[in-house]
């Protein structure tokens, strides 16, 4: 069985029921989620030995993120405790054409105050297969780029696998300062996921003939994105979603897959969503699974596409979909009749 591990932040997620405004709500709900961990549920979720790092307070709310992993099969027994608090986000669901709303409130979080010698990286990467991190966790602060850095040098060091999703968040960080530091560690990343909008953000590389806000991209264009980023980091694969927004509730969602010679696009789901955060990181699981297991490049995409499409469906930051849902809905049923 193959072994990943993921590092980043585990977040409480508190958001209004329904789709209430944040001005309005009396209540909210409670759940944990952040985009490394989502991939570990996912992984877990699939079969794989999926372990998720951080650093998390030894109180009880800091127990409460554990187990929220831990129910799922992710393997907890690499997170670091310590520190005084866990980090927040405030989502506010969008609706119709009213889009969601993040805030954050992450400072002084246990990982965002993190030291390099929290974490023995030979030891966490033992037996490991795979190293995933995103664009966000280096956002944290100067701190967690250093260790971000030490991460993908010892998981290089032992030829393992690194694969990084660029997910820039201009809250976090500007784009100047993502840049300075993803052009470092993108040096060590073997599998590149980024969307329409981060390989501008970080690196000023633009689709041409594309207009995000108007559900208007140019496959052609994102062909040059992917070869641009493989040719000035060396990545063996570059995968980049695709999503044609129409409102809140109603997007178009694709990928492709470069893997410095083929270009492969996944076939194009119609999506009605019922929560879209955490879309981009079942992406990622997908992909790694469908990489892991040995799928072809055309195959690997239309499994994590149709992964992410199903996750759209559920609620939380967490993706549920088994691998015969998604490989179900890749072979082209999506038809949503009722199992019987």
Not at 292 to 307: I, N, P, W, Y
Request: hydrophobic share 40%; glycine share 10%.
């Amino acid at each position: 069985m193959a072994k990943v591990v993921t590092f980043g932040e585990l977040m409480i997620r508190l958001q209004p029921y329904n789709y209430e405004r944040f001005v309005q709500a009396d209540h909210l709900e409670f759940t944990f989620g952040g985009g490394e961990a989502n991939v570990a549920v996912s992984l877990a979720n699939y079969g794989l030995d999926a372990s998720f790092v951080t650093k998390l307070p030894a109180h009880a709310i800091g127990q409460c993120a554990v187990n929220s992993l831990r129910r799922y099969g992710v393997d907890t027994s690499k997170i670091v405790r310590g520190g005084d608090r866990v980090g927040i986000y405030f989502n506010e669901k969008g609706a119709s054409q009213r889009p969601s709303v993040c805030i954050y409130d992450r400072a002084h979080s246990a990982i965002q105050e993190a030291q390099s010698a929290d974490f023995d990286w030979e030891k966490i990467f033992d037996g490991v297969d795979w190293f995933h991190f995103t664009g966000i966790t280096p956002a944290l602060g100067p701190n967690v780029v250093e260790i971000c850095r030490e991460a993908c040098k010892a998981a290089k060091a032992r030829n393992i696998k690194i694969s990084c999703d660029l997910n820039y968040r201009g809250k976090l960080w500007t784009r100047d300062q993502a840049r300075a530091a993803m052009t470092d560690l993108c040096q060590y990343v073997d599998v590149c996921i980024s969307n329409e909008e981060d390989a501008k953000d970080v690196f000023g590389i633009e689709a041409e003939a594309t207009d995000i806000t108007a559900g208007e991209l140019n496959k052609e264009g994102y062909k040059s994105v992917a070869k641009q980023l493989a040719d000035k980091f060396g990545f063996e694969k570059v995968a980049i979603t695709l999503r044609e927004s129409k409102s809140a509730f109603d997007n178009d969602w694709s990928a492709m897959l470069y893997d410095g010679t083929d270009y492969c696009f996944s076939k194009l789901y119609h999506l009605h969503i019922i929560d879209r955060i955490g879309g981009g990181d079942s992406f990622g699981g997908g992909l790694i699974y469908a990489l892991l297991s040995g799928k072809d490049t055309q195959a690997a995409v239309e499994f994590a596409v149709a992964a992410s499409a199903l996750k759209h469906s559920i609620e939380g930051d967490y993706n549920f979909a088994t691998i015969a849902e998604v490989e179900k809905l890749a072979g082209g049923d999506g038809s949503g009749r009722v199992q019987r």
